[in-house]
């Protein structure tokens, strides 16, 4: 084992988010929250985001600018990352994605 990265909270979803081999993202989103963003290579994690309810399902714009949460009351976040602030929201969504392709393409489902 490489790197232990030990969180305040339980991990509730792990998404990869990509990056070059051995110095790849995941994002992961845990039960008090919080989303952080950890580099594989580097012990310390980034927080991207502070929710008031535990993630359920989180992901990143391909330019890494926009977060997209659902949490536990199925509600969706879109965030800036750099501003923090709120972009859009919607209720009763399960599951949510960016589209890899267009950078401003969200698909969310509930």
């Known amino acids: 084992?490489?790197?232990?990265?030990?969180?305040?909270?339980n991990i509730k979803c792990i998404k990869v988010i990509?990056?070059?081999?051995?110095?790849?993202?995941i994002l992961i989103g845990l039960a008090n929250g919080n989303v952080l963003k950890?580099?594989?290579?580097?012990?310390?994690?980034?927080v991207l985001a502070q929710h008031?309810?535990?993630i359920v399902v989180c992901d990143l714009s391909i330019d890494k600018k926009k977060l997209a949460i659902v949490d536990l009351n199925?509600?969706?976040t879109?965030?800036?990352?750099?501003?923090?602030?709120?972009?859009f929201t919607e209720m009763n969504v399960?599951?949510?994605a960016w589209n890899l392709d267009?950078?401003?393409?969200?698909?969310?489902?509930?």
């Open 78 to 87: 879109v965030i800036d990352v750099v501003s923090k602030e709120v972009l």
């Open 18 to 25: 990509g990056g070059p081999e051995k110095k790849e993202n």
């Open 1 to 9: 084992m490489e790197k232990e990265w030990v969180f305040e909270s």
């Open 94 to 96: 399960t599951s949510c």
């Open 52 to 54: 008031s309810i535990s």
């Open 38 to 46: 950890v580099f594989i290579n580097n012990s310390f994690p980034v």
């Open 102 to 110: 267009f950078n401003d393409l969200l698909a969310y489902s509930g």
């Open 74 to 76: 199925n509600n969706l």
